[in-house]
């Protein structure tokens, strides 16, 4: 590993060479370069030769050329919230776009005009003044731009689609320098990629996303004791599947928090829960989820009428910064019993009280829009398993929690039908290629070669350009 202490002729070249650059500009050794370099996840320890932060499109064209004239790989970087942490780096260029976060709301057009540094949390923030949301994911500290380019599932999904279907225009900065914007009108190749097919084409600097008019909706979460889990999902399943496209249900297995909500003889046991929201009334959300109330008579109940910003922010505490994960995922078709069974089996041996294990769904709007619409292929889908192995230090050895991951991911492999970009770790050009299919695919590679021939854009789940 080569530091910039190390090779001291780096730093200050880059410093004089950056000039008008308006960002900063953070080498190791400066005050704030291990706070700089820390991502979401606590297992990534890179250490960049250069962080940029960046604060407008000037500033990305001058950090791009200077990362190639000196041949440093580039690492963008919004949320921070790559599983993979891919949005950092060993001996080479992070343009941090964390400092760009303007917004502009226009409520009677309904869209909003954001900038890549914003989470999905000041994004609501700004919006939900004028009775609007943008379609984000499930939890507030997720970065805008990571999400909506490789699709984004959350709470609006069965209504209003993923992130992605709900990207009116984007302004990307490609490989060579140049500004380009893509929409349906505009570069419609472009913008069918970019709907999917995440950060290879470029860094995007702006998005224009449609908003939609979201007040009070019913919402919450019931917890039961694990021992019921197994009749507990079926119930979920039976639920979920008939439910109409306004229900999101979601089911999770992890350990019931030590908190005045849960009873004491369930606190700091494994518990299996069902949250949901309805989009509509308050009076029609009651009714809606009245059955996933009464399910069980449920030892913990949080449904209530709640705008949607405290939704969003109701699983933050499960998503917190700087601990070690390892995540599997799968997309999945219907659930029959075995398939249930076997997650409840899985789950008996979930290795420590932070893992979880989700089962989200999608269907209604997600599965209306054409396989070929958007580089999101799997549109046919109707849950999203993310089994989440979580632990206490990075000096931990991983591999207990990694291999219980592997098996649980394993053991339900015959009810796979792929895997979506946001939610794959490291897992190589197979698991991507699994994430798109061999067409989507083939097509993403032909745009690659288009904007990116040389693959400046290589930290993520990467394209590989088309021979
Ligand atoms: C706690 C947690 C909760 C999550 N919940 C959900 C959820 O509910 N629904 C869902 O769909 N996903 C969810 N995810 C997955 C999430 O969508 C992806 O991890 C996403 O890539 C994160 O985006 P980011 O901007 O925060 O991340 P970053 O780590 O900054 O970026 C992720 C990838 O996108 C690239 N990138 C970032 N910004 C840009 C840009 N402006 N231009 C080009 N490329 C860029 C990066 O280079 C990197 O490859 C969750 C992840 C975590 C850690």
Same mark, same amino acid.
């Given at each position: 590993?080569?530091?910039?202490?190390?090779?001291?002729?780096?730093?200050?070249?880059?410093? /004089?060479?950056?000039?008008?650059?308006?960002?900063?500009?953070?080498?190791?050794?400066?005050?704030?370069?291990?706070? #700089?370099?820390?991502?979401?996840?606590?297992?990534?320890?890179?250490?960049?030769?250069?962080?940029?932060?960046?604060?407008?499109?000037?500033?990305?064209?001058?950090?791009?050329?200077?990362?190639?004239?000196?041949?440093?790989?580039?690492?963008?970087?919004?949320?921070?919230?790559?599983?993979?942490?891919?949005?950092?780096?060993?001996?080479?260029?992070?343009?941090?776009?964390?400092?760009?976060?303007?917004?502009?709301?226009? *409520?009677?057009?309904?869209?909003?005009?954001?900038?890549?540094?914003?989470?999905?949390?000041?994004?609501?923030?700004?919006?939900?003044?004028?009775?609007?949301? #943008?379609?984000?994911?499930?939890?507030?500290?997720?970065?805008?731009?990571?999400?909506?380019?490789?699709?984004?599932?959350?709470?609006?999904?069965?209504?209003?689609?993923?992130?992605?279907?709900?990207?009116?225009?984007?302004?990307?900065?490609?490989?060579?320098?140049?500004?380009?914007?893509?929409?349906?009108?505009?570069?419609?190749?472009?913008?069918?990629?970019?709907?999917?097919?995440?950060?290879?084409?470029?860094?995007?600097?702006?998005?224009?996303?449609?908003?939609?008019?979201?007040?009070?909706?019913?919402?919450?979460?019931?917890?039961?004791?694990?021992?019921?889990?197994?009749?507990?999902?079926?119930?979920?399943?039976?639920?979920?599947?008939?439910?109409?496209?306004?229900?999101?249900?979601?089911?999770?297995?992890?350990?019931? *928090?030590?908190?005045?909500?849960?009873?004491?003889?369930?606190?700091?046991?494994?518990?299996?829960?069902?949250?949901?929201?309805?989009?509509?009334?308050?009076?029609?959300?009651?009714?809606?989820?009245?059955?996933?109330?009464?399910?069980?008579?449920?030892?913990?109940?949080?449904?209530?009428?709640?705008?949607?910003?405290?939704?969003?922010?109701?699983?933050?505490?499960?998503?917190?910064?700087?601990?070690?994960?390892?995540?599997?995922?799968?997309?999945?078709?219907?659930?029959?019993?075995?398939?249930?069974?076997?997650?409840?089996?899985?789950?008996?041996?979930?290795?420590?009280?932070?893992?979880?294990?989700?089962?989200?769904?999608?269907?209604?709007?997600?599965?209306?829009?054409?396989?070929?619409?958007?580089?999101?292929?799997?549109?046919?889908?109707?849950?999203?398993?993310?089994?989440?192995?979580?632990?206490?230090?990075?000096?931990?050895?991983?591999?207990?929690?990694?291999?219980?991951?592997?098996?649980?991911?394993? /053991?339900?492999? *015959?009810?796979?039908?792929?895997?979506?970009?946001?939610?794959?770790?490291?897992?190589?050009?197979?698991?991507?290629?699994?994430?798109?299919?061999?067409?989507?695919?083939?097509?993403?590679?032909?745009?690659?070669?288009?904007?990116?021939?040389?693959?400046?854009?290589?930290?993520?789940?990467?394209?590989?350009?088309?021979?």
């Amino acid at each position: 590993m080569t530091e910039i202490d190390e090779a001291p002729g780096l730093a200050p070249e880059l410093r /004089a060479a950056a000039s008008p650059f308006q960002g900063e500009l953070i080498f190791p050794g400066d005050p704030g370069y291990d706070a #700089a370099r820390k991502v979401w996840n606590g297992v990534v320890n890179k250490r960049p030769a250069v962080i940029a932060r960046c604060t407008d499109n000037s500033d990305i064209v001058t950090m791009l050329r200077l990362a190639r004239q000196n041949g440093l790989p580039v690492a963008v970087r919004g949320g921070a919230h790559s599983f993979a942490g891919h949005s950092t780096c060993d001996d080479g260029m992070v343009i941090d776009l964390s400092p760009m976060k303007r917004i502009s709301v226009d *409520p009677q057009r309904r869209v909003a005009v954001v900038e890549p540094g914003l989470t999905w949390g000041e994004l609501t923030q700004a919006t939900q003044e004028h009775g609007l949301v #943008a379609v984000g994911g499930h939890v507030s500290v997720v970065g805008v731009p990571g999400l909506t380019l490789g699709g984004g599932v959350g709470w609006l999904a069965r209504m209003q689609g993923l992130a992605c279907d709900n990207l009116i225009e984007v302004e990307l900065v490609t490989a060579d320098g140049s500004v380009v914007r893509a929409s349906a009108e505009e570069n419609p190749e472009l913008f069918w990629g970019v709907r999917g097919g995440g950060g290879n084409f470029g860094i995007a600097t702006r998005f224009t996303l449609r908003l939609h008019a979201v007040g009070t909706l019913f919402a919450g979460m019931v917890m039961h004791p694990a021992e019921r889990a197994q009749e507990v999902l079926r119930f979920y399943r039976d639920f979920s599947a008939a439910a109409p496209d306004a229900v999101n249900v979601l089911a999770g297995f992890g350990t019931a *928090p030590p908190a005045d909500f849960v009873p004491p003889d369930l606190r700091g046991r494994p518990a299996v829960f069902i949250a949901a929201c309805h989009l509509g009334s308050v009076e029609d959300g009651e009714k809606a989820l009245a059955a996933v109330r009464e399910f069980g008579s449920p030892p913990v109940d949080l449904f209530g009428p709640m705008p949607y910003g405290q939704l969003q922010h109701m699983f933050d505490e499960m998503s917190a910064a700087s601990t070690p994960f390892h995540v599997k995922a799968a997309l999945l078709g219907p659930l029959d019993d075995a398939a249930l069974d076997t997650l409840v089996e899985q789950t008996a041996t979930m290795p420590t009280p932070a893992s979880s294990v989700l089962v989200l769904p999608l269907g209604g709007a997600v599965s209306e829009v054409p396989p070929d619409a958007t580089a999101f292929w799997h549109r046919g889908a109707r849950y999203n398993l993310e089994i989440c192995a979580v632990w206490d230090s990075p000096d931990d050895d991983a591999g207990p929690y990694r291999e219980w991951a592997q098996a649980c991911w394993q /053991a339900m492999r *015959p009810w796979s039908v792929g895997v979506e970009v946001n939610h794959l770790g490291d897992e190589g050009p197979e698991r991507v290629r699994e994430a798109y299919g061999d067409r989507t695919y083939g097509r993403l590679a032909a745009l690659k070669r288009r904007y990116d021939p040389e693959n400046v854009f290589r930290l993520n789940q990467n394209i590989r350009p088309a021979g």
